[in-house]
């Protein structure tokens, strides 16, 4: 997702944070859902330069993106914070374990890694 892209899925996130309307007319601009399990979306049909998406691009992107993890645990006496590194195509995976690991997730960042060095 392009930074413009990114900041218009923030902007509508935040307007319905302000109880304003959110459904902006064409769906390309994006819309927002409130989903059963109490969680809100926003939903995209089109890409940035109006294209419908590509699912064969878009899953491989996500697969060469890397995430890190930042978790809180308390360790003894002390408080850690653990840093875990998860390749893209086992980000599915990792979350599933995140209610049996200990601690609390403090952060997520996504990064693409240097296939250069």
Do not use: C
């Amino acid at each position: 997702m392009t930074e413009e892209l990114q900041e218009k899925v923030i902007n509508i996130f935040r307007r319905a944070r302000r109880g304003e309307h959110v459904h902006i007319p064409g769906e390309e601009d994006g819309e927002m859902v409130d989903s059963p399990d109490g969680f809100s979306y926003v939903t995209l049909k089109q890409n940035q330069d109006g294209d419908h998406h590509d699912e064969d691009e878009l899953v491989e992107t996500a697969a060469r993106k890397h995430y890190l993890v930042k978790m809180l645990e308390h360790h003894k006496d002390a408080i850690r914070i653990n840093n875990y590194h998860v390749p893209g195509d086992r980000l599915e995976e990792f979350m599933s374990t995140l209610e049996s690991r200990p601690g609390k997730v403090l952060e997520i960042k996504q990064f693409l890694p240097d296939i250069t060095g």
